[in-house]
């Protein structure tokens, strides 16, 4: 097969293991393509931002990385690290997830972008830096490019610091690029921009994009596939409408119970009752379920293994109770032998 036939960003059974033995991440499969755009959604500490760090070859020091990562047919997993720094910035692209601390403070924007040009790009001119530069602040839509380029950090709003990282991101063309939350710690209008400005830049670039969140809602009109991670672990994944119209996961449907509505359909917002679980700490059987209304004996003893469910690809040994139940309106009781 050529690699022009080979899927963008193929993930098969990757697992992340620290050397006390402990799983944080557990057998996660997907695919991300060119010119999509894939959401990982899941609460904090599901292992959504470790599970994208170790496709970077960032994953937290002496922990293990198994399993199959593969850029256009190139496995990524135990690629020598020379070799990874030359695909970090120009195949895979990065927006870290805190804009207000990830940028230094004493070096203009424009440098910092240059940096970001200069680092595959040894034998570019000043003017040629200084030209991408002022191309890629126009690209993210910061206005006046060439004044805000000899600005520094505190002279930019946080939705405008935001759009520094991406241009940073995009420097170098990259095939794939992960935004680790990129509209955390924004108000929702700054939101709704930085996520316009990431899809028009996946559609005139064909780039694949992933998008992590906490947030069902960011991903609602911006992504094609979602994968939903809970504990470490798949719990749902599917087209994005199937996802939010046909979800057959107590947890999916738990996160969208959560949103509001402009229907009128619900009177208050409904949250998951209870917290994640540590990863130390992982319950046994299925690890939702603690927090779960339909969870039966079988949950307690026995975790649930992936598999094709109508529309969806789910982790519930109860799926098929949630067939044909509108999303928010589920029922909490399982039909179980």
Known sequence: MGTSQQPLLNVRNLRVTLRNGLEIVRGVDFVAEAGKVLGIVG????????????AMGLSPSLSTVTGSIRLRGEELVGAHER?????????????????????NPVITIGKLIAEAVRLHNPDMSAAGVRRRTIELLDLVA?????LRANQYVH???????????????????????????PTTALDVTVQAQILEVLKNLQTRFSIGLILITHDLGVVAGTADTV??????KVMESGAVRDIFYRSRHPYTRGLLSCLPTI???RSRLEPISGSPPLLSARPVGCPFHPRCSMAQNTCRSE???LRQVDDVLTACHFAESLRGVATGQWTSRAEHA
């Open 43 to 54: 609460e904090s500490g599901s292992g959504k931002s470790i599970m994208m760090r170790a």
């Open 83 to 103: 070799r990874m720094q030359k695909l970090r910035g120009s195949k895979i692209g990065l927006v870290f997830q805190d804009p207000m601390s990830a940028l």
């Open 142 to 146: 910061v206005p006046q490019p060439e």
């Open 155 to 181: 002279e930019f709003s946080g939705g405008m610091r935001q759009r520094v990282m991406i241009a940073m991101a995009i420097a170098n063309n990259p095939e794939v690029l992960i935004a680790d939350e």
């Open 227 to 232: 994968v939903v991670m809970y504990a470490g």
């Open 263 to 265: 229907s009128g359909n």
């Open 303 to 305: 975790e649930p293994k």
